[in-house]
């Protein structure tokens, strides 16, 4: 009891210490959504969170396979790509729909570690000039 006492009063004080701190300043800006569909790297970082939402949304954890994970990381790419380009959001709205699809499987796949960002990035520049 003499714990959960000290435990509890801890964590209080850290609240109340705390809370000078995160009054000053400005308010707090609103998180826009655009910005994670600026850039490709910003795709990139959004995908596992996305993936692990999903997950315990689902109620999936450690019993589910590591292919099964990647392929749902995969389709959470393609998600992702296909609803920028129908929002008109970041560099995915002057995209053509099969510039779309492939930026989300380069983007699921440079997520899930397959392949890095900046050689996905090199492949779309050297097909994009071509094209």
Not at 5 to 16: N, T
Request: with cysteine.
């Amino acid at each position: 009891m003499k714990y959960l006492f000290l435990k509890s009063f801890f964590f209080l004080a850290i609240c109340f210490l705390s809370a000078p701190l995160l009054a000053q300043g400005e308010t707090l800006e609103v998180l826009e959504v655009d910005s994670f569909f600026q850039t490709f790297a910003g795709l990139v970082a959004t995908i596992p969170f996305l993936t692990e939402f999903f997950k315990k949304l689902l109620g999936k954890t450690e019993s589910s396979p590591n292919l099964a994970v990647q392929i749902f990381s995969w389709v959470v790419g393609l998600f992702l790509a296909i609803m920028g380009k129908l929002l008109g959001l970041g560099y995915l709205a002057e995209l053509s729909w099969l510039w779309v699809i492939v930026y989300g499987l380069g983007a699921a796949l440079a997520a899930n570690g397959v392949a890095d960002t900046k050689i996905i990035v090199k492949i779309f520049k050297l097909f994009k000039k071509s094209a």
